[in-house]
């Protein structure tokens, strides 16, 4: 036995004492079969503070009209148990769903937070839809912009960020207490990781980000933002473990190197289309889930921009 074997073995109960001491946070998920998306509300335990994450503003392509019905089944949530909302978090810019934050945020109040490198989502995405100088590019439109080891409270609960690009490079992991919202780094183990084939995408950088997210405790419930099911799996699923993840996952797990991974994620990553709600859902999400300005007859507009994607 190596020398860091044994350290390792020394402190693995320091380890499993400190993730015991950790706070358990109550966790209610909201699934949207429409878009496989699972939203999150995050309750402090010993309060009613909460936190929303990843919330979905239904949308009809075809008549390019939205619904509140899936962020008002958080709202009778909160509402039904006297909560209070503080937070109003995004993991990234989605692509696959529109932001309900702005909603959520008229009827129940809390800020909205993204990670601070939006302003690089934004100044990509802004040049693709041509957005011109109205377009504010410095990630105003949200209240909080996070960074790799900042911190914030829901009632007495920490949260703390990590940033984990590769999917975009604005994703963030929230760990809360002892659970991590990891948005599209990681799916379900059976069903594996995010694309990493949008612009500022990279293979190598979610690799390096989900490995940053296993070295959480192994008993760390990890919440993934999407789930699309799995050969031989029945039902949806959202809720996993850093070790299952470690042992399981089959796009990165049981210690595949960072080559197979990349070579893997960049073969399939080909295969794949674009999301059906891409084109309205970069334009709203971008903003903080809020519709681009009216133009000069009070409509709103959202563009497809050709061969531009």
């Known amino acids: 036995m190596t020398d860091t074997a044994m350290t390792d073995t020394q402190n693995a109960p320091a380890r499993a004492d400190a993730q015991a001491a950790l706070p358990r946070p ?7 079969e429409a878009t496989n998306t699972v939203s999150y509300v995050v ?14 503003l239904d949308f009809d392509y075809p008549s390019g009209r939205t619904d509140t019905r899936s962020a008002d089944a958080i709202v009778a949530h909160v509402q039904k148990h006297g909560l209070k909302v503080e937070w109003v978090l995004e993991t990234h810019v989605h692509a696959d ?28 995405f802004g040049k693709i839809f041509n957005e011109g100088t109205r377009f504010q590019r410095d990630g105003s439109q949200f209240d909080k912009l996070f960074a790799e080891g900042d911190s914030f409270s829901i009632g007495g609960l920490t949260g703390r960020v990590l940033h984990t690009p590769g999917h975009t490079p604005a994703c963030l992991t929230y760990v809360i207490g002892e659970a991590a919202f990891v948005g599209d780094t990681l799916f379900m183990p059976d ?8 612009p500022g995408g990279s293979a190598e950088a979610l690799y390096a980000s989900i490995q940053k997210i296993l070295t959480l405790p192994d008993e760390t419930r990890i919440f ?18 850093v ?4 042992a399981r996952n089959v796009h990165v797990g049981a210690g595949k190197s960072s080559a197979e991974f990349v070579q893997m994620r960049e073969a399939r990553d080909k295969e794949l289309g674009m999301p059906r709600l891409i084109i309205p859902s970069l334009q709203v999400n971008m903003r903080a889930g809020r519709m681009p300005e009216p133009e000069d007859n009070g409509t709103t507009y959202l563009k497809v921009p050709m061969n531009g994607l």
């Open 26 to 32: 109550d966790v209610f998920a909201f699934f949207d």
């Open 43 to 56: 309750k402090d335990p010993d309060s009613d503070a909460c936190a929303v994450i990843d919330s979905v």
């Open 191 to 198: 069903f594996g990781t995010a694309r990493c084939d949008f």
């Open 243 to 246: 070790a299952e993840e470690k």
């Open 97 to 124: 769903h529109l932001s309900a934050a702005p909603y959520i945020q008229e009827r129940l109040g809390g800020k909205i937070g993204i990670g601070e490198k939006i302003r690089m989502v934004q100044d990509v």
């Open 224 to 241: 993934v933002c999407h789930d699309y099911g799995a050969p031989g799996r029945e039902d949806f699923a959202w809720e996993t473990t």
